[in-house]
């Protein structure tokens, strides 16, 4: 399985740290964001990770390379200094995600869980997975809900950012920026997407306030040890 790790944001909630870093890059626990991504990525076996770039990409680029120093294989999607947002990412990348489901996960969360989870089959009659979480307190009201393992539109749990995706779901959007909740709708409406329920310490990692939080827990953490 490949995965791709969401990277082009601009991170206007995150300024002035991201005026001259771009958010991935930013560090909790002693390393860069994406970082932790990448390693817990590779702990569950999944080596092969494209990577989409926007604002500051060239410094995620020389911070990362061929991700060979991690143990992983780094391929970068360049989406000029603007992006394409979610679903225009995605479908920029189609052609070095393969033509397998693949992994999507967005590169300014913190998740910690083991990552096999991910790594599963799609049934045959889905084209998409979605996990949800419980929802956080800066977004009390949801996204979605599950009914039999289906994703529903009422808003009960929150998107986590990871997702399983066929490349059907993408191949006929046209090239260009396209925001990705009009396709949830739509997909979700013709009941192309399975959920799980994820219980696990997930974080939207969208304010300095939050990565500093974090940061202070990591590092806690880390001394006790």
């Known amino acids: 399985m490949r995965a791709m790790i969401l990277a082009a944001g601009r991170g206007e909630r995150m300024r002035p740290l991201t005026d001259h870093l771009p958010k991935p890059l930013l560090s909790v626990g002693g390393q860069p964001l994406i970082v932790h991504h990448l390693l817990k990525l590779k702990a569950a076996g999944i080596t092969q990770i494209v990577i989409n770039h926007a604002w500051l990409g060239d410094k995620l680029v020389a911070a990362l390379g061929d991700g060979s120093a991690l143990g992983v294989s780094i391929t970068w999607s360049a989406e ?8 225009g990412g995605i479908r920029q990348a189609l052609p070095l995600l393969g033509a397998a489901p693949f992994l999507v996960l967005n590169g300014d969360i913190w998740l910690e869980c083991d990552y096999q989870a991910f790594v599963r089959p799609l049934p045959d009659d889905v084209d998409g997975h979605l996990w949800l979480v419980d929802n956080p307190p800066q ?6 809900s599950l009914q039999s393992e289906r994703v ?3 808003p009960q749990l929150t998107f986590s950012g990871v997702a399983l995706y066929r490349p059907a779901l993408f191949a006929d ?3 260009g920026k396209a925001a990705l909740r009009p396709f949830f709708e739509r997909w979700i409406a013709e009941r192309r997407l399975s959920g799980s329920h994820l219980v696990a310490d997930w974080r939207d990692i969208g304010t300095p306030a939050r990565l500093a939080e974090l ?3 990591l590092m806690g953490a880390s001394h006790a040890v």
């Open 80 to 87: 000029g200094e603007t992006g394409l947002e979610t679903a």
């Open 152 to 154: 529903v539109a009422q």
């Open 215 to 217: 940061d202070a827990q």
């Open 139 to 144: 977004h009390p009201h949801g996204d979605f």
């Open 173 to 175: 959007m046209a090239p």
